[in-house]
């Protein structure tokens, strides 16, 4: 098994060589075409059966062993984020306002790498490898358009398989959890309609100002007093707008923000204390509400036993990393689209190293990770999809 991680060494140059190229060159979701082209161009030379325009800017490619068997995929996300990057590496993007803020240029580099790899030691097993290369993850719906064309038929999957390196935790660590990993996300959208005046009348308004000020204070009781606390939820007012004169009450204000939660029960309850508050609270302030709440995407579920052999592989792999089989993250993915109709294992690779000023959190304008991760990751994906794979 260690031989899939010192063939992952030796092509360090390569995986690196190619994340920083991605990271140059980011394209927002949907609009990966210089990406894709390269991806593409990488796994035809390898001799696969490769097919693009897969969920608008997709690829998908198929790696067949010696004989017929299971079909393990491996899905890899690669679209960047409308983010001013200020990391001053020389590689940081030369597209203004946009940048690699969440890693996907080092899973595009590491999916690459593992095609390499799989390929040379296709003799040794027996099945289907799948490739996905998705755009869009960062909440644009790019799983969701890849499923509608058809990944998971043709073959359908058997196992699937995804990472991501994780500047939330340092280099050496690894989180390979059962069940619940990541959650669902909810948006939510809400105007507060009041009557606007002179704000040196009060009196002669109906101040939707006060109202949403209400609201914003009350909907933190919500996971303080409504779910339990032996459960984990998150409701967040993320953005506020109302008014523009220091003197004038607006006649409405508007609110954003997100719910988070692992359970549908939990959310649900979240739900309905959200409606039930705003309307209560707007009511009582002579105000009125319009309420709307979108579900973004439902919570990462890891396969508990397919989750229980990737342990085992990451533990015979990388015997000096610290394991993590317990913590779950707030943070949210389209991979939950594709693990609630086919079992498999998410799981992180920590990559953030203080020392070389590699700890920026995800979606910072100066995120930016440790690359010596990438074999690593690259090893342990392949040793994994193998586990599922016949024996050669």
Not at 37 to 55: D, S
Not at 79 to 107: F, K, R
Not at 279 to 299: D, R
Request: charge should be negative; aromatic fraction near 6%.
């Amino acid at each position: 098994m260690e031989k899939f991680l010192d063939d992952a060494q030796a092509l360090f140059e390569y995986t690196r060589d190619l994340r920083r190229d991605f990271h140059k060159y980011p394209e927002l979701g949907f609009k990966e075409i210089r990406t894709a082209n390269i991806i593409a161009k990488e796994l035809t030379n390898l001799g696969m059966e490769v097919k693009t325009g897969v969920g608008q800017t997709g690829v998908v490619a198929l790696l067949e062993g010696k004989e017929s068997g299971p079909v393990v995929l491996l899905r890899f996300d690669m679209d960047a984020l409308p983010i001013q990057e200020e990391t001053g590496a020389e590689y940081a993007s030369v597209n203004d306002g946009i940048m690699h803020a969440c890693g996907h240029d080092g899973h595009i580099a590491i999916g690459l790498t593992v095609a390499r790899l799989l390929n040379d030691h296709r003799s040794e097993f027996k099945g289907t490898v799948k490739l996905v290369f998705q755009p869009a993850e960062e909440g644009l719906g790019g799983a969701e358009r890849m499923i509608a064309d058809g990944i998971l038929h043709s073959p359908a999957p058997d196992v699937v398989l995804a990472l991501h390196v994780w500047n939330e935790k340092p280099v050496g660590w690894i989180g390979i959890v059962p069940g619940p990993t990541m959650a669902a996300a909810d948006t939510f959208y809400v105007r507060i309609i009041g009557k606007g005046g002179h704000g040196a009348v009060p009196n002669l308004c109906n101040d939707p100002v006060l109202a949403a000020a209400q609201v914003i204070n009350s909907l933190q009781s919500i996971v303080s007093r409504n779910v339990s606390p032996l459960k984990a939820a998150v409701v967040t007012v993320a953005s506020i707008h109302g008014g523009e004169a220091f003197n004038v009450i607006p006649s409405e204000v508007e609110l954003k923000g997100t719910i988070r939660s692992f359970e549908s029960t939990v959310r649900d309850r979240v739900v309905l204390r959200l409606e039930q508050i705003i309307v209560n609270i707007t009511h009582s302030m002579e105000c009125e509400s319009q309420i709307e709440i979108k579900s973004i995407m439902p919570a990462v579920v890891n396969h508990p036993e397919i989750t229980k052999r990737v342990q085992q592989v990451a533990s015979k792999l990388l015997p000096n990393d610290q394991f993590d089989f317990h913590t779950v993250t707030m943070g949210s993915e389209d991979m939950a689209y594709v693990l609630q109709q086919i079992p498999g294992c998410y799981f992180f690779i920590g990559s953030a190293n203080k020392e070389k000023n590699l700890d920026a959190s995800h979606h910072h304008s100066k995120f930016d990770f440790d690359e010596s991760i990438l074999p690593k990751a690259a090893g342990l994906m392949v040793a994994s999809a193998l586990e599922f794979l016949g024996k050669g």
